[in-house]
């Protein structure tokens, strides 16, 4: 089994920076992408941003040029930089990513529990 653990969340104003870091553990053979999503009540959840092992990054259009996303390959860990934080951004912001658990086994999807992020002046 995977899991992943997310934390960082809170409160920010308007215009302020957060950091949400998230790291696997659990039986891993190889990560193929981690990324983050977001939901708010009612509403599907929808990528913020994802990076691959290679490096290549993939951005909702909401947040592109105000987040950014990095990741520690050695650590299992995936980080999501987010500046000019605006109301809108308020949600539930979930860990994914895409495991091996063995060189056998096809990748499986990874969900964590979810961390809050509220934006309020």
């Known amino acids: 089994q995977v899991q992943l653990v997310e934390s960082g969340g809170g409160w920010k104003q308007p215009g302020g920076s957060l950091i949400l870091s998230c790291t696997a553990s659990g039986s891993i053979f190889r990560i193929d992408v981690m990324g983050w999503y977001r939901q708010v009540p009612g509403k599907q959840r929808e990528l913020v941003a994802d990076?691959?092992?290679?490096?290549?990054?993939n951005f909702g259009d909401s947040v592109r040029g105000r987040f950014t996303i990095s990741s520690d390959n050695a650590k299992n860990a995936v980080y999501l930089q987010m500046n000019s934080l605006k109301p809108e951004d308020t949600a539930v912001y979930y860990c994914?990513?895409?495991?091996?658990?063995?060189?056998?086994?096809?990748?499986?999807?990874?969900w964590g529990q979810g961390t809050q992020v509220t934006v309020s002046s």
């Open positions: 990076i691959t092992s290679r490096g290549e990054r």
């Open positions: 994914n990513a895409d495991v091996k658990e063995s060189r056998s086994t096809p990748y499986a999807n990874y």
